[in-house]
């Protein structure tokens, strides 16, 4: 992964090798179309041959199979999908291209994360984008009307571009499950309320029903909502009548704007230790996607991998 002082360095030497300065500026200037034609010329111009195939898949860690074992992983799909469907969670089969800026056009993820390729498209990097999407534009055509909430999920394999350091559980490319809720702003969190005691039940039912798994559910509070205390208290209330436990109440993280109003953590653990096994919260993105601020979504996802390392 290059980071934005790398990736000038990197622009300002091709140009400077290539006695133009002013190339990045022209490809710019260039229609997505055009650009697109150009660059596919130039990958099909580039020599390619089976050992260097070869020599590349011993080196690239996005071409390189999992560990894991391919059929508890795809059982283990068809159960987290099947448990959805059962309690009104209509399940989703993404594409793994995703288009071009999905993750990039919300603000709070950079373009250098994610495997960028032609025909205005990337790789698949986060489901939840995508299902995102794909409510607004069932909005927008009239599928939908969401003043009954509906809720989206999906599991998919991932493939992201950050620099991972070498461990045994980080991987270039992994498995996802991921939720998209949405409705409308009905006032008093109603709609908030709602979309969050679903998503609640599932994972519910999926970790303490089916598994009979020991459960630790934390609130961050985060910014968005102008009645703070009273939105977070509302969704503590809420997941605490889901779980019957008390939630634990974790740092704020004002400064990360990602989420909305909460971010909630849902952990799993195993005698001393415990890791994060959900990770959701609030976001605007059916708000911009759709031009309307009475839209409301609820975003989760949880590694598939990690279920079963």
Same mark, same amino acid.
């Given at each position: 992964?290059?980071?934005?002082? #790398?990736?000038?360095?990197?622009?300002?030497?091709?140009?400077d090798?290539?006695?133009?300065?002013?190339l990045?500026?022209?490809?710019?200037?260039?229609?997505k179309?055009?650009l697109?034609?150009?660059?596919l010329?130039?990958f099909?111009?580039?020599?390619?041959?089976?050992?260097? %195939? !070869?020599?590349?898949?011993?080196? #690239?860690?996005?071409?390189?199979? @999992?560990?894991i074992?391919?059929?508890?992983?795809?059982?283990?799909?068809?159960?987290?999908?099947?448990?959805?469907?059962?309690i009104?969670?209509?399940?989703v %089969?993404?594409?793994?291209?995703?288009?071009?800026?999905?993750? $990039?056009?919300?603000?709070?993820? @950079?373009? #250098?994360? =994610?495997? @960028?390729? =032609?025909?205005?498209?990337?790789?698949? $990097?986060?489901?939840?984008?995508?299902?995102?999407?794909i409510?607004?534009?069932?909005?927008?055509?009239?599928?939908?009307?969401?003043?009954?909430?509906?809720?989206?999920?999906?599991?998919?394999r991932? =493939?992201? &571009?950050?620099?991972?350091?070498?461990?045994?559980? !980080?991987?270039?490319?992994?498995?996802?499950? /991921?939720?998209?809720?949405?409705?409308?702003?009905?006032?008093?969190?109603? /709609?908030?309320?709602?979309?969050?005691a679903?998503?609640?039940?599932?994972?519910?039912? !999926?970790?303490?029903?089916?598994r009979?798994?020991?459960?630790?559910?934390?609130?961050?509070?985060?910014?968005?909502?102008?009645?703070?205390?009273?939105?977070?208290?509302?969704?503590?209330?809420? &997941?605490e009548s889901?779980?019957?436990i008390?939630?634990?109440r974790g740092?704020?993280?004002?400064?990360?704007?990602?989420?909305?109003g909460?971010?909630?953590?849902?952990?799993?653990?195993?005698? &001393?230790?415990?890791?994060?096994?959900?990770?959701?919260g609030?976001v605007?993105?059916?708000q911009? !996607?759709a031009?309307?601020?009475?839209?409301?979504?609820l975003i989760?996802?949880?590694?598939?991998?990690?279920?079963?390392l």
């Open positions: 992964m290059h980071n934005k002082g #790398n990736m000038e360095k990197i622009i300002k030497r091709i140009q090798e290539l006695g133009d300065n002013g990045a500026e022209k490809l710019l200037a260039l229609s179309s055009d697109t034609s150009l660059l010329y130039v099909e111009k580039q020599e390619t041959n089976p050992a260097g %195939l !070869l020599r590349a898949f011993q080196t #690239n860690r996005f071409a390189r199979p @999992s560990d074992d391919p059929i508890a992983y795809r059982a283990l799909e068809t159960e987290l999908l099947a448990v959805a469907r059962d009104g969670i209509k399940p %089969l993404l594409s793994p291209a995703a288009l071009l800026g999905s993750c $990039s056009a919300f603000g709070y993820v @950079s373009q #250098n994360n =994610v495997l @960028s390729s =032609v025909r205005s498209t990337e790789a698949l $990097s986060d489901p939840t984008n995508m299902l995102a999407i409510i607004a534009d069932d909005i927008m055509q009239k599928k939908i009307d969401n003043i009954t909430p509906v809720h989206y999920c999906a599991t998919a991932v =493939v992201r &571009a950050q620099a991972f350091p070498a461990a045994k559980d !980080l991987f270039a490319h992994f498995g996802l499950f /991921c939720i998209a809720s949405s409705g409308k702003d009905t006032g008093s969190y109603a /709609c908030e309320t709602e979309l969050f679903k998503q609640m039940g599932y994972y519910k039912e !999926l970790f303490s029903a089916k009979g798994s020991k459960l630790t559910v934390e609130l961050r509070r985060r910014r968005g909502y102008k009645d703070s205390d009273g939105f977070y208290e509302a969704m503590a209330k809420q &997941a889901v779980f019957g008390a939630v634990e740092p704020a993280n004002e400064d990360n704007n990602y989420y909305l909460i971010n909630y953590k849902i952990y799993m653990e195993n005698g &001393a230790s415990r890791y994060v096994a959900v990770d959701g609030f605007d993105w059916t911009r !996607l031009n309307n601020k009475k839209e409301r979504c989760s996802g949880m590694g598939i991998d990690r279920l079963l």
